[in-house]
């Protein structure tokens, strides 16, 4: 189906795909029920639910390219081997709108700028398969007020190549992979998340995944998962004013990375030390550091160790073939 120009769609239901070339629409109040393609144009898309039935391979059920798009109070619902939302060099904002039990990835960015803003993913994702239910690729953008939650084996967020993110005020539980993946080169700050209960022992699947990326975590409460922070391959943290609980593992640090933990809790995390750090540069500062184990902070071969401020009785550190140790205010 091809549409003409400057068009306003109200209360239609669409049954077939509906292409969009070179124009400034809007969809109001309609169902769609095949695939929407949007390339080049301009388009805002307000109170529509789209779903398929259909046995297409991995087709989403909006397809963006090279346009700008605003989607308010839209539903995306049980579709069959399909991504929600698929958007590349794009221009897109979100508002209000559920994305649940798709067989594919919720919503997938590439090269594109975002403002996702209560958005409810939620069972997105296949067994046969690993979809994220948000997946962002080179690209900058925000997500707040939000929910990434019960994925089918998979991670809630994963962010990778050079993307720019931050995420306000979200809430990423129940993923068996990991909750928040940052990957190759990318950077995102993460301010007032609740991330809990992601991440599986079998697939080590962690909390939060770093890897070779830069990561800024403050006032998140982190727990009841396998590990709460994982830093890797030469990348940097700063944790500051954050509670990691009740996980597996606490903070893991290796591979060359750099790490500040100021002003935050880690405690009760239960089969490691609190802080695992190897090979890499610790930073940690007026934080509460408290479990059963034996050793709270274990920490081999660091080029740099500072603490100030936490209190850690002396017997409860290891501390092998470190270099630039300073260590304040312990027992």
Known sequence: MQVEKKLTLRNYSIKENLTIEDKDVELINCDIHGTMILENSKCRIENCTFTKDKEEILYPNILILNSQVQINN???LKSKNSHGIEAENSWIKIRNITVKELEGCGIIL?????????ATLTQNGSEESEFSQIYINNS???IKNSSVANSINSNGIYITNQSQIEITNTNICCNPRNGIAIDEYSSVSLTKCNIKRNGDEYNETIQIWV???TLAAKECNI???ICGIYIQKGSNAEITDCKISNNLGGVCIFESSTVLINQSTILENLNRPQIWAENSKLKLYNSTIHANQKILLFAENLNLLETKGCNIPKDRLSIKDCRNVIIESYR
């Open 110 to 118: 590439t090269q594109s700028v975002f403002d996702i803003d209560t």
């Open 211 to 213: 890897n070779n990326s």
């Open 140 to 142: 900058k953008g925000r």
């Open 223 to 225: 727990e009841n998962g």
């Open 74 to 76: 839209t539903l995306i």
